[in-house]
């Protein structure tokens, strides 16, 4: 909330507001700054935060109000028109929500959360190109020479595993690289310092970093990733058998089929993804590293596979526009990713690492358990609801989709069933590590008419 409001009534009505809001007492915030505004109608700050109150109790058209206000007298009021673009999103006015918040990011270039927003919602529209530009920027802010904290500590973090998966990606980039002997030097370097590193996450010292270089967990390489001309998604003449497969009552909304990609498209993914220095995600979850579109993964063929998809589905992707693409790689044969479910509609999960790879053909892929939870159960946190999950999926063992590994095979389902790694086991060298790609269309709501 915005404070720095001026007479001594107004401020402390505003701390009480500012306290209510803390404790989730929406209504009681609200009333203390209708209060602070009628002893100071031209407060702009009141005026701003009843908009933000406004906005969080669901009357974006109220909060538009209050935002245009301030607009009208600030127009460059960064924090005005963001919040005033991201209700024009909640009401579904998506044109006009790029409008604003392309505006914020003339106003002010560094804000990475503008940016992010409207290279979404330029996908949703269809155009790449603009939503590329903008995930560019995004990745600049997290990485490049005008990055901030929005990195946290994967700059100034490491664990010995991302420090021995460097290494390896250097020697890999070794061997196809014109200056392959710097890579050498450096996977060397990596390889020192991981030597008396400690498992878990720990903080690198000044003179860990002065040998890593500035670039640590940086964008080093950057393999091209250029659109397919013609088409990245193979075209799908079981189309109607895969829609089928995932509306009937037995699949429980998941299907999986092949041949998700192009042979041209899966070949230039593959090369991006071994290539790319992308992987700077390595505390979410142990064992994995992972890249994201605002943070290295938005490249043209992505975004082209991404859309794709999209219009191959419209039946049951069209009123869902992409809300998050990630890729995670197992850092061991054994890599699995535990039991949880996606905050979107529509997952599509599929694999790109070669079938070869997989020691044990017939698993290795992923578990789609076909009863949903609750409509009230809200998702947590990872790590989180363990307990409770495990006893939710004891008591329909049998309902459920098993998907064997197989390269270039997808997995179309719900995002709210939940859903797990099938006991991979993997060839250790660089090029076996187990790659999955997700991504998540639309947003679930709990209240599906708001």
Known sequence: MISGLATPDVAALAASA??????????????????????????????????????????????????????????????????????LLSLGQHRDAIEGFS?????????????????????????????????????????????????????????????????EQFYFLAKRARNGQSFIVRARTYE???RDFPDGLEELSEQQIGRLGDDYN??????????????????????????????????????????????EA??????????STIWHDFSHIGGFVASYLEDGLACPLILQIADEIRSAFPEVLGDHPLSQAWAFKGLTPASAIDVHADDGVVSVNFWVTPAKANLKPGS??????????????????????????????AQSPHDRLKVPYQENRAVLFRSRLFHWSD?????????????????????????PAR
């Open 18 to 87: 500012e306290a209510h809001v803390r404790a989730g007492r929406l209504l009681e915030a609200q009333a203390a700054y209708q209060a602070a505004l009628a002893l100071a109608p031209d407060n702009l700050g009141v005026t701003l935060n009843l908009g933000v109150i406004a906005a969080m109790c669901g009357d974006c058209h109220g909060a538009i109000t209050r935002f245009d206000a301030v607009i009208a007298r600030e127009p460059h009021s960064v924090v005005a028109q963001y919040n005033r673009a991201l209700a």
């Open 364 to 393: 290795g892929g992923m578990v789609v358990s076909l009863v949903p939870p609750p409509p009230d159960w809200a998702m947590s946190d990872y790590a989180e609801d363990r307990e409770r999950i495990g006893t939710f999926l």
């Open 423 to 447: 006991a991979p086991d993997f060839a250790a060298e660089y090029e076996n590590h187990r790659i999955n790609l997700t991504f998540l269309y639309g947003r679930y709501s709990r209240s």
């Open 192 to 194: 020192d310092v991981a």
């Open 103 to 167: 505006r914020v990011c003339a106003l002010q270039p560094e804000h990475y959360e503008a940016h992010r927003a409207v290279g979404f919602l330029w996908l949703a529209e269809g155009n790449r190109g603009r939503a590329l530009d903008h995930f560019a920027r995004t990745y600049e802010l997290r990485r490049g020479d005008d990055r901030s904290n929005l990195a946290g500590k994967s700059l100034t973090h490491a664990t010995r595993d991302k420090l021995l998966y460097d290494a």
């Open 218 to 263: 940086r964008p080093i390489n950057l393999r091209a990733a250029a659109e397919v001309v013609g088409r990245a998604v193979s075209e799908r003449h079981d189309r109607d058998a895969i829609l089928h497969g995932f509306r009937t009552n037995a699949s429980g909304g998941a299907v999986f089929f092949d041949e998700l990609l192009t042979p």
């Open 266 to 275: 899966l070949d230039r993914l593959q090369s991006f993804l071994l290539e």
